[in-house]
Each structure stands twice: as C-alpha cells, then as structure tokens.
C-alpha cells in the first residue's frame, strides 16, 4: 500500500526548527512533501501574493523528503504546493509547528493557520500545530508524540467538511503535558501600543507591539486549557458567516429612503 | 449633539477612486478619519506587520476630513487608528469601497474585509463594502445611496457582538441594483494557474493566478444574490471554531499509545 503524502508548510521558515521536527514526526507516517517560505513570515495572515512575483527553490536533503522554499506567504506555498508541486494526491496538510501560541483570537493573523486553512479551501485534511514558546531553540520533542498521534488520527478519520485543526501546545514552563482538550476559541484580543522612534533623518516610525488581552472567563476556551497544561484543539471552520445574527438582519429595511 | 466619528480604511490604497466615493458618502453622516495603506494591498489578507516597521503620513485635502497614509498593511491602519491617531471614540469602521468582489471565500484573502475585521476584534461595529467590478475607473455613484443607508442603519442600530458585514455590490453590468439580500458565504475556491515565465538572466518565475469556482448551488447565497443583481449582506464572525465538529472530536481518544 503506498505511504500517505503529507504536505508540510509553516510560516517561521523552512529553516526553522520547529517544521524540521514535524518532518521528523510526519516521516514515521508517511512521504513528506515540504514546500514553506524562504522567510519568517509570522503574521502575515491569509495574504496571497498577487501584485508581484513568485520563486520556488529546491532544498536538497539526506533525509529523504522533499522540500522546496518559496518566496511567498504561507497560503501561497499551499496553492503552489497543490496545483504545481505535489506529484500525487495529498493526504494531509499540516503546519507548523510554530515557534508561539496560535490560540484565540490569534488564529486570524497567524501565518501557520492561514496556511490550514488554505488546504481545507482546498479539500484536504488540515491542521495547524504551535507550540506556546516563541524562542528560536524551543523544545518541541515532548510534544512531537501528541502531534504524531493527532495527525495520525486525522489521516484516518479524516475531518467535517470545510473543517481544520488549531493545535496549540502549552509551554514547557507549564511542566510537562497533562492530555489534550478540545476546545472553543476564546474571545481575546492584543491591546496596540506603538513603539515610536526617531530614524537618523529625523523622520518618525513606528514599531507594532502590545500586549494579548483574555476577555473569556469560559473553562472550554482554548486558552484555559492552555493555562492548565493541556493541549488545545479548536475546530476551525472556512466559513465566517455569523448564521445567528442573519434572522435579526432580515428584519432591516435596507431600501435606502427616497428622497 | 456631536456628529459620530466614522474611520474609513481599504486595501487599494487611499488614492484610489472607491475610498474617495466611500469618504464623500460617509461625509453626510459624520466626522470623517482616513487612515489607509499608502499603496495597493489587494489579497493581504489579515496580515500585520511584526518583522519591519510603518510610517504614517498625514495626506491634507479641502474637503474636511482628516487622513493618513501607512506603510503597513489594512489591518495596520485600524490599529494605528484606534491606538494613536483617533481622537475620540470611533463610532463606526468602514472599508471600501473595494475595486473588485470580495463575496463567498474571498472574504478570506481580502484586506478590506480584515480592515472590517480588526475593527470588529477592536469592539467597533464595522462593515466592509466591495463593488464587483474590478477596474480602476469603476462607476460607484449608483451604489452610494445604499452604501450611506446601510452604514446609517448600522450607526443605528449597532451590530451582535463579534459580528461584522461583508457588503458586496453587484456588477453594474447586471443593470440596475435590484435590492439587499441578506445571505450566507457561499462555499466556493479559487483553483490557481501559475502563470511560469523566465527572466532575463534564465530563472525562473510565476505569476498566482487562477480561476473562481463556485461549489455552493444554494439560493442563499452572497453569489446568488450578486448574480440575480442584489446587493449581499452576509454577517460575518471573528469566532472561528466550528461549534458542529466540537462533540464528534470530543469523542476521539487524542492520549498517545505508549509504546
């Protein structure tokens, strides 16, 4: 029976430890295609790359994958992946895993997600992991045997329709990991501060930092989980709509007045 | 009484012809604060940027409202506005009028949306506006008294919590606006051409491009609004789980078989 193909993307880099641990991971369960930016591209979102143009470079390897970088965001590795570089059908997309969280409200301007998400546009399993540690030399071995068993599960059970996995692993500050949740997104956001500065010229600039609010009390967020020491699933679905609020939009008379 | 503050943002740049026809709109219903990228940012997605830096500029004119230029991203711009460049509290984010659809998956990939986005993560009722007509010199005078109605109604009335709308106008070869339909995101995708060309020097490179396929054969859809020549007015949530998949996953055994 012919091994699983499984496309790997991430948004810290191919050349960032923690993809490099998940094509470990992923090569116990199948062939591993790796096509991921030749860049960091952290909060870059779902950006696509359309107003200039794309490269794509062989990684040469001994260990027996294959992997090209892109210059590009993370969603477009998966269009190139899938509709240039995939030589069968893929049977799973994972992403990641990024060196910081992607859970709550993080989930929108997160690269890794993004990149998910774009293989479940595109019909395949897919699943984003992330590990709640943003330094570059990060511990990813504990958790790599929940990432194995979890992709391993979906590859066969599958997913719902239009679905994808947000995967977030707590940080080893927490001790080690005490199971896996499945969980809700919390509602959260990042409160901006700008970080002004002066440049030699005297011209203004600014530096976009600030720091993450929790405004969910609920024990069935993501993070809550997170803060007990658990692994987070958050079902992540591509479809927006806000079904409740659409019976109460009904009601509005949008014909605009006459006058 | 004070006249509210609506802050108007887009991705095609504050120079372009829909922004401008947007701020004239917005004009007759309050104080008016621009702040938009300084150069087109079509398929930027919810990017944010972390990895460089962003410049402001403030962008005079004669017509009694205030603006700025970023470098950044649309999801830059709200931040900047609501943390350091508005000077009271925002009543109402609106983004637009888009060159172009942003109707069924496109939601996803648009930076007018994320603009609508961001201000909706920020607690602000937001809306973004697109006209399905992608060119520059596109006729957006028949869409504005709907333009300026909806976002009276949402000044109004508010929007549900976490709840923002995606506004798409149909093409103006459909005829005349036949109306507002309240609709759900259609299920759809993009299958991608890349477009390979050789440089100069022999390497190579490409262009994303594809075609738009819709998969969604509902008649309560923003597609199927915008084809029958209505205007779209889908909700759309910045939650993102797929409450539906939450009991299914629950029942899955996620702890790792020891080996």
């Known amino acids: 029976m012919e091994r699983p193909l499984i496309l790997i993307c991430n948004d810290d880099s191919i050349f960032a430890p923690g993809i490099k641990a998940l094509i470990r991971s992923m090569q116990t369960l199948g062939d591993v295609l790796v096509v991921a930016p030749d860049s960091p591209q952290s909060g870059m979102g779902h950006a696509i790359t359309i107003n200039s143009t794309l490269r794509i470079n062989r990684i040469p390897n001994d260990e027996g994958y294959e992997a090209y970088s892109c210059t590009g965001t993370p969603v477009d590795c998966i269009k190139i992946a899938v509709n240039k570089l995939a030589k069968r059908p893929i049977n799973l997309v994972v992403s990641g895993i990024?060196?910081?969280?992607n859970s709550s409200i993080n989930v929108i301007y997160s690269g890794t997600m993004s990149a998910a998400m774009e293989g479940c546009i595109e019909g395949f399993p897919s699943i984003g992991f992330s590990l709640c540690n943003y330094s570059y030399d990060a511990d990813f071995e504990p958790c790599l045997p929940y990432v194995r068993h979890i992709a391993?599960?979906?590859l066969n059970q599958g997913l719902p329709s239009g679905t994808c996995l947000n995967v977030?692993?707590?940080s080893p500050k927490k001790g080690g990991i005490k199971g896996v949740k499945v969980a809700r997104q919390a509602k959260a956001m990042w409160v901006e501060e700008l970080d002004e500065r002066t440049d030699p010229r005297g011209g203004k600039y600014f530096w976009l930092t600030g720091s993450f609010r929790n405004l969910?009390?609920?024990m069935d967020t993501d993070e809550y989980a997170l803060e007990k020491g658990f692994i987070s699933v958050v079902p992540v679905h591509i479809d927006?709509?806000?079904?409740?609020a659409i019976s109460e939009l009904s009601q509005w008379n949008f014909e605009p007045p006459r006058i």
């Open 168 to 170: 977030n692993i707590p």
């Open 240 to 244: 927006f709509t806000a079904y409740s």
């Open 98 to 101: 990024n060196h910081g969280s």
């Open 216 to 218: 969910d009390a609920g």
């Open 152 to 154: 391993a599960l979906v």
